[in-house]
């Protein structure tokens, strides 16, 4: 759904973003205290991305990762101020494996294009693995699946963020 403030109108969308890949179906059955690891996997994830931590990023991924994000030897864009992240949203999770997860992220941020401050909302897919050895779970890639040009994101009342041509 989307709301557009200025014809107070809301526009149901039922078909996929563009470029954005089907999301799941399945019922997800996972111990909940697996399910808390994974989740704050990511959340600890997409923080020290925002934070430019390189090393707190490097622990948090399998020496295998890969991607299609940012690169597969670059983990964290360096430097600069862009894309920053405003807000995330852990939207559908599948089992992959025994001790493995698909997880879709939505990612509201900022950054500049076509000459203007753009809101975007990204989906990205993380694919979470359980390390036996080490006792945790890691992060063995992170895939693009859609994204869209926003007008506005709002937070909450009273903070929102807006595409701006400068």
């Keep these: 759904m989307l709301w557009d403030s200025k014809e107070k109108r809301v526009f149901v969308i039922q078909e996929p973003f563009w470029g954005m890949s089907d999301v799941w179906s399945d019922n997800l059955t996972i111990y909940k205290n697996n ?12 923080m020290a991305f925002d934070l430019r931590d390189h090393e707190k990023v490097r622990a948090l991924v399998t ?29 559908d999770a599948t089992k992959t494996g025994t001790d493995s997860f698909k997880v879709r ?24 693995i359980y390390d036996k050895s080490k006792g945790n779970y890691f992060i063995n890639g992170i895939w693009k699946a ?3 040009t926003l007008q506005e994101y709002t937070v909450f009342p ?5 595409t701006e041509k400068y």
């Design 63 to 91: 020496k295998d990762y890969d991607s299609d994000f940012v690169g597969p030897e670059v983990v964290i864009p360096v430097g600069g101020q862009y894309p920053v992240f405003i807000d995330y949203n852990i939207v």
């Design 35 to 46: 399910w808390i690891d994974v989740r704050n996997l990511i959340s600890s994830f997409i």
């Design 105 to 128: 992220v939505e990612i509201i941020k900022k950054e500049v294009f076509e000459n203007q401050d753009a809101v975007i909302k990204q989906y990205l897919d993380f694919d979470v």
């Design 146 to 148: 859609g994204n869209e």
């Design 158 to 162: 009273g903070l929102t963020y807006k």
